[in-house]
């Protein structure tokens, strides 16, 4: 059973580009979180979604940013017109349901770069 | 709304000593705790945590949390660290009564030396 994968490890985009990142979860799970990793600071919530539906956005950026989770392939995190406040790593996790204290399995992260 | 803080922002401690993160939470509803470790350019790995039962709680690495209510805090220990416990760890809450979306402090980077 694979763990969580994210791709792509590494991503560099010139400012005003558009970056996705995708996150495929554990084989079984259908609850998906993306975190941001911002240099020096402890991750912070973005978005939950599960299947087609995003649950809880309050972490996300009004502007530019999006999340989706559809019924086939992995989950995508959308960040258009980058800046380079954007640079961050980017992680998603995913657990079989949303109650919390399930275990939330972590993957390797996106290092996004905006130059 | 919950907040955590980690009060060390780094703990150098040399091999074989034993080390202790300190954690602190507020938060207005009950809440469960966990421990990550973030090893270099690495995700998170879940290392243990409380959601009842006994206060104290062990990994199979050798380190163990104790949860405080009355201090409202996480503190976690090991008694002798190797030189693989280096990498960063991060004190998380989230609450009971919803799903698990998780507060994580800022972080604790441990550098262990010979």
């Known amino acids: 059973n694979a763990g969580v994968m994210q791709n792509p490890r590494h991503l560099v985009r010139r400012r005003g580009q558009e970056a996705r990142l995708r996150c495929s979860p554990m084989?079984?799970?259908?609850?998906v979180y993306w975190y941001r990793q911002l240099p020096e600071e402890g991750l912070k919530f973005m978005v939950y979604l599960q299947k087609e539906n995003i649950i809880d956005e309050s972490g996300m950026p009004k502007e530019r940013f999006s999340a989706e989770f559809p019924k086939e392939g992995p989950s995508i995190l959308r960040i258009q017109q980058v800046v380079r406040g954007d640079s961050a790593a980017y992680f998603c996790?995913?657990?079989?349901?949303?109650?919390?204290?399930?275990?939330?399995?972590f993957g390797q992260g996106t290092r996004l770069t905006v130059v | 709304a919950q907040s955590v803080t980690q009060l060390d922002s780094q703990v150098p401690v040399f091999e074989e000593a034993p080390v202790e993160l300190r954690c602190n939470y507020s938060?207005?509803?009950?809440?469960?705790l966990f421990w990550y470790v973030q090893y270099p350019n690495q995700g998170l790995q879940l290392l243990l945590k409380?959601?009842?039962?006994?206060?104290l709680v062990e990994s199979i690495n050798g380190f163990e949390a104790e949860f405080n209510k009355s201090q409202t805090s996480f503190h976690l220990r090991k008694p002798s660290v190797h030189i693989s416990d280096t990498a960063e760890y991060f004190c998380?809450?989230?609450?009971?009564?919803?799903?698990?979306?998780?507060?994580f402090g800022a972080g604790t980077q441990v550098v262990v030396t010979p």
């Open positions: 998380a809450v989230t609450p009971t009564d919803s799903w698990g979306k998780l507060q």
């Open positions: 084989k079984g799970h259908s609850h």
């Open positions: 996790a995913s657990s079989p349901i949303g109650q919390g204290g399930t275990e939330a399995f």
């Open positions: 938060s207005s509803v009950s809440v469960y």
């Open positions: 409380y959601l009842s039962g006994s206060t």
